[in-house]
């Protein structure tokens, strides 16, 4: 059994990967307060992981899994209610100001879909590489891209020339 990381070690991963983590907690759980919780916990079972990373992508892969399955988790609890609101949008710090809508497009999206293009699109994985980090096969990763894509042109059809 390894070490558990020291302070230094989870301040410099928290940094390299907080806004990638929380945007996909925020993207899951739609609410503010559950995806900041939902982000400290995240890297605090990261603190606790006892095994070294492989390399870089293996440690942000790692990340990537650890926050959708406590997501996941989080959405299964009887008790969760569903808050989502707009201040969530709100929130995000985009690549692009112009970026904003188009986020709150993916969001209506279902959830495998608003992955596979947040991974894709927004974090640059290849169809392979998401596979292997949602554990799916390729050929199931690229139809949710290609579905995903489909239904994000029309919705911008609706919304941009008004017709379906």
């Not at 558990?4 to 390299?16: D, F, H, N, S």
Request: some cysteine.
């Amino acid at each position: 059994m390894g070490t558990i990381r020291t302070g230094e070690e989870v301040a410099a991963l928290y940094r390299r990967h907080v806004g990638m983590v929380y945007q996909i907690c925020l993207m899951l759980l739609k609410n503010v307060p559950d995806a900041e919780d939902a982000t400290q916990t995240v890297f605090q079972k990261a603190m606790e992981y006892d095994k070294p990373f492989r390399d870089p992508e293996h440690e942000k892969a790692w990340l990537i899994v650890t926050a959708r399955n406590h997501c996941k988790n989080q959405l299964k609890h009887w008790w969760r209610t569903r808050r989502a609101g707009e201040e969530a949008l709100q929130t995000l710090t985009w690549e692009q100001p112009e970026d904003g809508e188009l986020w709150e497009y993916i969001l209506s999206l279902p959830e495998k879909e608003r992955m596979v293009i947040y991974l894709y699109y927004y974090q640059g994985y290849s169809t392979l590489e998401m596979a292997e980090i949602l554990e799916k096969n390729p050929s199931t990763v690229r139809t949710w891209l290609v579905q995903a894509r489909w239904k994000l042109k029309d919705i911008l059809e609706v919304n941009e020339y008004g017709k379906p």
